[in-house]
């Protein structure tokens, strides 16, 4: 026999150890689960390991949930959102635009010279990743255009076309597993 307590839940997840300068009991956090789209549980950190995990270099985190009416089960699949800190502002472009190499990550941005478009090839810093958007630290700065299709064959000072009349399409979801 198993027992265990529903009200309220415990929601364990790990937390990358060069986050752990944000994270203090009582933070609020957020919980969504694949059972309830679109539906947000809110709750806290009620504790930290002592201890960062040797092989994965993260700490574990509890979180305590109220479960009143009881949907949350143990087990279930869970996104937890900490929040920490202020907002800050980043840029960020689609995760089709930048182009990883071994000399270094870079985009193209289109430079316009009147009626003419090139292309500019900048190397840059990347951040978090975050669905299909990846932060950039630098090298590209907020307005910037940048060119998200067909760099395969595009080179540094070429002549281009924008053609925004078909954005990109966001790709349909992948089912966790």
Known sequence: ?????????????????Q?????????PVDVQVDAFPGETFSGAIASIDAKVNQETRNVLVRAE????????????????????GA?????????TAVIYSLYGDSVYAVKRASETATAERRFIRVGETRGDRVAIAEGVA?????????????QPGAS??????????ARAERPKE
């Not at 986050?19 to 933070?27: E, I, R, T």
């Not at 949350?72 to 996104?79: C, R, V």
Request: proline share 10%; glycine share 6%.
């Open 19 to 27: 986050h752990l300068d944000v994270l203090k009991a009582g933070q």
């Open 160 to 169: 281009i076309r924008v053609d925004n009349a078909t954005p990109l399409q």
């Open 87 to 95: 907002p800050t502002p980043v840029v960020t472009l689609p995760r």
């Open 1 to 17: 026999v198993t027992l265990q307590k529903q009200d309220p839940l415990f929601v364990d997840f790990p937390v990358p150890e």
């Open 142 to 154: 907020a307005g910037d255009e940048v060119v998200t299709t067909g760099q395969l064959k595009l």
């Open 65 to 84: 949930v109220a479960n009143a009416d009881r949907r949350l089960l143990p087990g279930m699949f869970a996104n937890v959102n900490v929040q920490a």
